[in-house]
């Protein structure tokens, strides 16, 4: 399955180079931190914690903020997940780099009301309507080794999915 929000304050041209991707750019701010989110990591586990804003046209459409377990990233290319040679590859191919098989992926999309912080970042209504998902990454022996909390203004984005159906 393949999803991403399409965003309706794209400009045309940004519109058909964020068509598949869902945002033009990104910026991200990361730390290492000591409480997951809210899925494992578990609580008070060692964690890179990253910050993600989603930009079109210069103006943020989507926050994500993720967690991946320090043990398993640490002394690795892939400890910051914004950084070095694997900087922006995705949770799959990052992991791959360091011989972790990425299995599947578990979101759990709900409706709900922006937080001030929220509304602030993503310049909308204090309270308004967004979609948070909340993401984990599993490995093929079962361990979670990304999670996330994503939203997503529900004024300016749809969410879409697309699920291949292999026969």
């Known amino acids: 399955m393949v999803g991403w929000a399409r965003c309706s304050r794209l400009s045309p041209r940004?519109?058909?180079r964020t068509r598949r991707t869902g945002c033009g750019s990104?910026?991200?701010?990361?730390?290492?931190?000591g409480t997951g989110g809210w899925a494992p990591p578990a609580e008070g586990?060692?964690?890179?914690?990253?910050?993600?804003e989603f930009l079109a046209d210069g103006r943020p459409v989507q926050l994500s903020t993720s967690w991946e377990p320090y043990d398993l990233t640490a002394g690795t290319l892939i400890v910051l997940p914004g950084g070095g040679p694997h900087a922006g590859a995705g949770v799959v191919n990052r992991m791959d780099a360091i011989g972790v098989t990425v299995s599947h992926a578990v979101e759990q999309p709900e409706p709900r009301q922006a937080t001030a912080e929220e509304a602030s970042l993503l310049g909308i209504q204090k309270a308004a309507l967004v979609t948070h998902i909340r993401r984990t990454y599993y490995s093929d022996d079962g361990?979670?080794?990304e999670t996330a909390d994503?939203?997503?203004p529900a004024a300016h984005c749809e969410i879409v999915y697309e699920i291949p159906i292999n026969g």
């Open 45 to 52: 586990d060692p964690c890179v914690r990253t910050a993600y």
């Open 26 to 33: 990104w910026t991200a701010r990361w730390s290492r931190c």
């Open 143 to 145: 361990r979670p080794v």
């Open 150 to 152: 994503i939203v997503v």
């Open 14 to 16: 940004s519109a058909r």
